[in-house]
T-cell receptor, first 111, second 117 residues
Framework: SQQGEEDPQALSIQEGENATMNCSYKTSINNLQWYRQNSGRGLVHLILIRSNEREKHSGRLRVTLDTSKKSSSLLITASRAADTASYFCATLRTSYDKVIFGPGTSLSVIP | GAVVSQHPSRVICKSGTSVKIECRSLDFQATTMFWYRQFPKQSLMLMATSNEGSKATYEQGVEKDKFLINHASLTLSTLTVTSAHPEDSSFYIC?????????????FGPGTRLTVL
């Protein structure tokens, strides 16, 4: 099963630009997480935002959460070629539940 | 941070054979482990939830007789793909939840790439 959608499915930008990816989900959640996956590799956990939080920062990453709209966004500022990867949002409904992934956004950063 | 390993990282097998994939939590005990499957250019799809000492819970559409899951200890879960066929070729990723904490996340293994010829 998957939880919602991600938008856009694919994004191509120039190095130095900002990249914004959006995620929508269907159920109430305990938290929402963003992961990065380089081609053919495992997941890298980027950031977790809890349902009572609205915004969180980590380095060049900024995540927002709007529980009323059941949506989240991931902003990567000053993108680099090394940011090229697939990005997935994943939701946890309750503390003891399973993590469900969105379909992902494929980001290409052109040097 | 918590570490989850998978073995093997890559396996190629002939159609009709069975393949076992191990998922281990290296520095913590895991009450629950999860198995995901990822086809090329797609997202991770949850296959099953595995609790130590009990039967796994499979997601809708996942054949439990084909994907055998054993969670024999608090640090090891195994996924056996029985009578593998080329359509089973995929990236299999496990994750684990820490025992005893109301932890709100899971720790993911690096994945196992299965290719069935």
């Amino acid at each position: 099963s998957q939880q919602g959608e991600e938008d856009p499915q694919a994004l191509s930008i120039q190095e130095g630009e900002n990249a914004t990816m959006n995620c929508s989900y269907k159920t109430s959640i305990n938290n929402l997480q963003w992961y990065r996956q380089n081609s053919g590799r495992g997941l890298v956990h980027l950031i977790l935002i809890r349902s009572n939080e609205r915004e969180k920062h980590s380095g060049r990453l900024r995540v927002t959460l709007d529980t009323s709209k059941k949506s989240s966004s991931l902003l990567i500022t000053a993108s680099r070629a090394a940011d090229t990867a697939s990005y997935f949002c994943a939701t946890l409904r309750t503390s003891y539940d399973k993590v469900i992934f969105g379909p992902g956004t494929s980001l290409s950063v052109i040097p | 941070g918590a570490v989850v390993s998978q073995h093997p990282s890559r396996v190629i097998c002939k159609s009709g054979t069975s393949v076992k994939i191990e998922c281990r939590s290296l520095d913590f005990q895991a009450t629950t482990m999860f198995w995901y499957r990822q086809f090329p250019k797609q997202s991770l799809m949850l296959m099953a939830t595995s609790n130590e000492g009990s039967k796994a819970t499979y997601e809708q559409g996942v054949e439990k007789d084909k994907f055998l899951i054993n969670h024999a200890s608090l640090t090891l879960s195994t996924l056996t793909v029985t009578s593998a066929h080329p359509e089973d070729s995929s990236f299999y990723i496990c994750s684990a939840r820490i025992l005893g904490l109301a932890v709100d996340t899971q720790y993911f293994g690096p994945g196992t790439r299965l290719t069935v010829l």
